[in-house]
């Protein structure tokens, strides 16, 4: 069975940055595509950044582009995500995810195995 751990969150001041580490463990990490998810109280979880099984095709929310990037490391097991420039609209609970194939995803039903997340506080 999959599992995902995240970690690298924490609260920062407007302008900083954070480096999100995802470590994957019971599945074939490169039959993968991975993605990031950022979920909000009372709102649904929303798509952040996704990458390839090969490590190609990065794709990203408007409000990631520039900012973000979305990386692997296919010999450590690990998904990473450096946020820049954040803003207090980036706060939230960040979870890392596996998708069921290697095309980079945006939607959550998309994904097979989830984080428990890890908490991304912004202050303005």
């Known amino acids: 069975q999959g599992q995902l751990a995240e970690s690298g969150g924490g609260l920062v001041q407007a302008g900083a940055s954070l480096r999100l580490s995802c470590v994957a463990s019971?599945?074939?990490?490169?039959?993968?595509?991975m993605g990031w998810f950022r979920q909000t109280p009372g709102k649904e979880r929303e798509f952040v950044a996704a990458i390839s099984g090969s490590g190609s095709d990065p794709t990203y929310a408007d409000s990631a582009k520039g900012r973000f990037t979305i990386s692997r490391d296919d010999a450590k097991n690990t998904l990473y995500l450096q946020m820049n420039s954040l803003k207090p609209e980036d706060t939230g609970v960040y979870y890392c995810?596996?998708?069921?194939?290697?095309?980079?995803?945006?939607?959550?039903?998309?994904?097979?195995?989830w984080g428990q997340g890890t908490q991304v506080t912004v202050s303005s």
């Open positions: 019971g599945l074939t990490f490169i039959s993968h595509a």
């Open positions: 995810a596996a998708a069921g194939g290697m095309a980079p995803l945006r939607f959550v039903g998309d994904y097979a195995y």
